[in-house]
């Protein structure tokens, strides 16, 4: 079926670096922009980053960049979201969500999320 | 960076009651706002988008308007499973895409 599967969630320590992967099934990956929303524990929600469908573009929060990467690998349905120097503030569930395709920079599809912890 | 302002922070109703969500954009975003709701322990679902457009799949009860920095969700007849936290965000001005605080909606 359509979805979104997170993985690579965990406890790391400041200063360290994690890398979560978004693997998606269901439909053609290649036609969509893919994005990475963040919600701290008990917070709302913040969009961190987003790739192109092509791969050409990438966008980030203020909050994130020059420390987080995003890339894609289509050949395996795949986005990815590079943490680097993690700070305790980037503690939160981390969510890849899909471009809705008719309408830009719309999130139509969620995974499940995948929880990042950074505690020393 | 748009500013987009959910009120009121808690909404605490019955089932069967009408439930109205505002929110209001630092400066005009035209129509170019979505809502999604947020059930505890789940994922986002998108409802709404550009305003007044329902997603795939979401019931007739669930509705939307407004233009420029005013907008309304609303949702006629509370069914239980609609008791969640409700988030605006808005696609006119971006990066970053920027999402409201968040409404939830309680049990009274």
């Known amino acids: 079926q359509v979805q979104l599967v997170e993985s690579g969630g965990g406890v790391v320590q400041p200063g360290r670096s994690l890398r979560l992967s978004c693997a998606a099934s269901g439909f053609t990956f290649t036609n969509y922009g893919m994005h990475w929303v963040r919600q701290a524990p008990g917070k709302g929600l913040e969009w961190v980053a987003m790739?192109?469908?092509?791969?050409?573009?990438?966008y980030f929060a203020d909050s994130v960049k020059g420390r987080f990467t995003i890339s894609r690998d289509d050949a395996k349905n795949t986005v990815y979201l590079q943490m680097n120097s993690l700070r305790a503030e980037d503690t939160a569930i981390y969510f890849c969500a899909r471009d809705f395709s008719d309408v830009l920079m719309v999130l139509d599809l969620w995974g499940q999320g995948t929880l990042v912890t950074v505690s020393s | 960076e748009i500013v987009l302002t959910q009120s009121p922070a808690t909404l605490s109703l019955s089932p069967g009651d009408r439930a109205t969500l505002s929110c209001r954009a630092s400066?005009?975003?035209?129509?170019?706002l979505a809502w999604y709701q947020q059930r505890p322990g789940q994922a986002p679902r998108l409802l709404i988008y550009?305003?007044?457009n329902r997603a795939t799949g979401i019931p007739a009860r669930f509705s939307g308007s407004g233009s420029g920095t005013d907008f309304t969700l609303t949702i006629s007849s509370l069914e239980p499973e609609d008791f969640a936290v409700y988030y605006c965000q808005q696609r006119i001005n971006w990066p970053p895409l920027t999402f409201g605080g968040g409404t939830k909606v309680e049990i009274k």
């Open positions: 790739i192109w469908e092509d791969g050409s573009n990438e």
């Open positions: 400066q005009s975003i035209r129509t170019y």
């Open positions: 550009d305003a007044s």
